[in-house]
């Protein structure tokens, strides 16, 4: 592999112009498809296989009429203090209001709360829903501004007034204040490492440009495949993050390469051909994490763990190819200034420059402190890890509703009211779907599985059934006394299922509970079950991964084990943030509760392909360095000297992307990006720099051994590049004539 790409990268920096070329005409291509496909919808989580998704086909199937209706909002009317809403003057305000809706443009229909009984206990508030022929997101501006014109209306009238529903949903748009200041810590860290601001540019010209065409191909794909906003963020997200790391690992080797006299075009095919040996890995474990996402069977998380793959794939692609093609245009400007003088000094000639990463820096010092010290460095950093996780054993699952957004939007306000007037699980109610196609008695069956509901401890209220055109299938709502996300609704949901169980058995009806509670409830749990089983799927993958690149049975395993830490740290800060409320006021979280229930294995999948990266690129240097005669200790310091600097940076390069997402009013998001920020901090910082370098000291030659079964039978896919020492003999970092010394183990 190490070979082709040494290929690709001189061809790219002969053939700069036409690479160039053909990437900048594949966005233009793809911009041009973006702007004139049709805008997506956002779509409901669906898991099909759970009862709740079968009774929204069944529901789907038998009242086919409900799929026609559009986007639906629900105006709140609260009556001043001491009054209430049925009062004259009060009701005469709430009819003018829904007076000047009703018939309007886009409007389909306006309940009366009066004639539907939609009014409190105490009468002081009402609400009613106004349904929409069109989507959210094709409703009009002037259809929306009509809707609050008329919630004004009814606040100068004195009442409290406010819209709840999905008509004012809106996609996210990214491109706010805190990504650009995520970008622009990005930005800052670049030139500080590579001490050249054209090096940085480069990083980041390249990074956005892989971006905007990943994010332009969601945008054209959108209607058709289904993609929503939270898919095209998640593309921009990882994409950017690894778009920048991928580049500033190859421009780093292709200076560390011109710094020891290589020519550029020379330099550009070691790079591609060293770093990008790695780059090549590291995405591609990214992409099957993310791809392998679809397992699960949740169509929007395949959605999500496809495009952020997609975006990957690109940010490779680009890193391969456009970078070193950009290495010709650029020339000695990619080098520091001191690198640069250094040049001119020499004439122009290919002679080794200071600019080689042979000084003592700061990761080398790190390095001799840890090998000084590793099994204190290793039960700090083990023992911090595993106190950051315990809160990840109070973790809990759970998928947002208008309750966790901030309480200056008026669909919290809304929320807030209706739990007030109609207490909390108005918000959340469930719908009981009841099939008496095989029945004898469809009357007998439905009134007995009323009878079995109203029953059951913890519901508030029943509604009359709902017969469809056929009369075979009778639908009815559940109001339950709790919250929708509470611990007691969910154990509700339960009990009715298993209450309903014997009314089947007796009526040979086929009794479903469902509803937007029920079917999160069954989507969390889903994501409980397969939690542990993705989780021993990618572990086993990192360590088949890892054995193949460094042949080693004891490295894969330490980084397997690290990756775990990591992972759990990352959990107990998503449960001590997002559960328990710590620290929640600094990044704008109002209200806490469950984890969003897609997160862990979301947050798994990506942070496996990360945490690879940086095992790839830290090892592979001190894997070189021991393959050609150093110590295990001076291979470790190695490692350090050379990538380090480089590893740190690329780390905070994406822990500023991911954290500059946390300012977002999308749930999803947000949560993305505390959990990958936290644990990109982990496992770069803890893990790798520090339980990483202290496990291999401990092990020493033992860290490189592989029983020579393996060593026979597994691929040799020259990582380090090996193979490429007969095109630079220099490539090596210690002598060439200290012969190699791979510790393998007897048959």
Do not use: C
């Not at 090096?199 to 794909?221: M, R, Y």
């Not at 154990?491 to 509803?515: F, K, N, P, Q």
Request: net charge negative; glycine share 10%; hydrophobic share 50%.
């Amino acid at each position: 592999m190490a070979t082709s790409l040494y290929r690709i990268g001189r061809w790219a920096f002969r053939r700069r112009r036409l690479v160039s070329a053909v990437w900048l005409g594949v966005l233009v291509l793809v911009g041009v498809a973006a702007a004139l496909a049709p805008a997506g919808q956002e779509e409901d989580l669906s898991m099909p296989g759970t009862e709740s998704q079968k009774a929204f086909d069944l529901l789907d199937e038998r009242f086919p009429q409900s799929n026609s209706q559009g986007a639906e909002a629900r105006l709140v009317f609260r009556a001043p203090d001491g009054q209430r809403v049925t009062a004259a003057e009060n009701r005469a305000a709430v009819e003018d209001t829904l007076g000047s809706l009703d018939g309007g443009r886009q409007v389909a229909s306006v309940t009366d709360p009066y004639e539907t009984v939609a009014v409190s206990e105490d009468g002081t508030i009402a609400y009613s829903t106004v349904t929409y022929s069109a989507d959210a997101v094709d409703l009009t501006g002037a259809t929306k501004s009509a809707l609050e014109d008329a919630a004004n209306q009814a606040r100068d009238a004195g009442l409290t007034v406010e819209i709840g529903g999905s008509a004012l949903d809106s996609e996210e748009e990214p491109g706010g204040t805190t990504e650009i200041i995520g970008v622009v810590v990005a930005a800052v860290v670049l030139v500080l490492t590579l001490g050249s601001l054209v090096a940085a540019g480069l990083s980041l010209l390249t990074a956005f440009l892989g971006v905007a065409i990943a994010f332009g191909l969601v945008s054209a794909l959108a209607a058709p495949l289904g993609l929503t906003s939270t898919v095209a963020i998640l593309a921009l997200m990882l994409g950017l993050a690894v778009g920048i790391d991928y580049a500033l690992f190859i421009i780093s080797r292709f200076r560390d390469e011109r710094a020891r006299g290589s020519e550029p075009e020379e330099a550009a095919g070691l790079a591609v051909g060293t770093a990008g040996s790695a780059v090549v890995f590291a995405g591609a474990t990214v992409f099957i994490a993310l791809a392998g996402l679809g397992v699960v069977g949740i169509p929007e998380l395949t959605k999500m763990g496809l495009g952020g793959a997609g975006a990957v794939a690109l940010a490779v692609l680009v890193a391969l190819t456009l970078v070193p093609a950009l290495f010709g245009f650029f020339g000695r400007r990619m080098l520091s200034r001191a690198a640069r003088k250094a040049v001119r000094r020499s004439g122009g000639s290919p002679h080794p420059v200071p600019d080689a990463a042979g000084r003592s820096g700061l990761g080398t010092r790190w390095a001799r402190f840890v090998l000084r010290r590793p099994l204190a460095v290793l039960m700090i950093a083990g023992l911090g890890l595993g106190a950051v996780a315990v809160p990840a054993l109070s973790l809990e699952l759970g998928l947002p509703g208008d309750e966790s957004k901030p309480v200056e939007t008026t669909q919290r306000r809304a929320y807030d009211l209706l739990s007030e007037g109609f207490g909390p699980g108005f918000n959340g109610p469930l719908t009981v779907v009841v099939d008496t196609s095989e029945s004898s008695d469809t009357q007998a069956a439905t009134d007995s599985v009323v009878r079995t509901v109203r029953a059951v401890e913890g519901v508030a209220s029943v509604g009359e059934p709902v017969l469809d055109r056929a009369g075979d299938t009778a639908v009815l709502t559940a109001v339950p006394r709790t919250a929708p996300n509470s611990g007691e609704t969910k154990d509700l949901v339960h009990a009715i299922r298993s209450a309903v169980a014997d009314v089947e058995a007796d009526t040979d009806a086929g009794i479903l509970v469902t509803g937007t509670t029920a079917l999160n409830i069954d989507i969390s749990e889903a994501m409980s079950d397969a939690l542990l089983p993705y989780l021993t799927v990618v572990i086993g993958l990192a360590v088949l991964l890892l054995t193949v690149v460094f042949r080693s049975i004891l490295v894969p395993v330490k980084a397997a084990l690290g990756f775990l830490l990591s992972v759990g740290a990352a959990f107990g800060v998503l449960v001590a943030v997002f559960q328990w409320g710590w620290a929640a006021d600094l990044i704008g979280i109002e209200q806490t509760g469950p984890v969003m229930s897609l997160m862990p294995i979301l947050v798994i999948g990506i942070v496996f392909g990360l945490a690879m990266d940086y095992e790839v690129f830290l090892l592979t240097r001190m894997r070189e360095a021991y393959v050609h005669g150093a110590s295990p200790g001076e291979a470790v310091v190695n490692g350090f000297r050379h990538s380090g600097r480089v590893v740190a940076a690329a780390a905070i390069i994406m822990i500023s992307v991911f954290a500059g997402f946390i300012g977002m009013n999308n749930p999803t998001i947000q949560t993305m990006g505390v959990g990958l920020a936290a644990a990109v901090a982990f496992d770069a910082f803890v893990v790798r720099m520090a339980i990483a370098p202290a496990v291999l000291a401990l092990l020493g030659h033992r860290a490189w051994w592989l029983p020579r079964i393996l060593d026979r039978v597994l691929p040799n896919v020259d990582i380090e590049g090996e193979a490429l020492s007969r095109h630079a003999p220099g490539l090596a970092t210690v002598p060439a004539a200290a012969a190699p010394r791979l510790p393998v183990g007897r048959d």
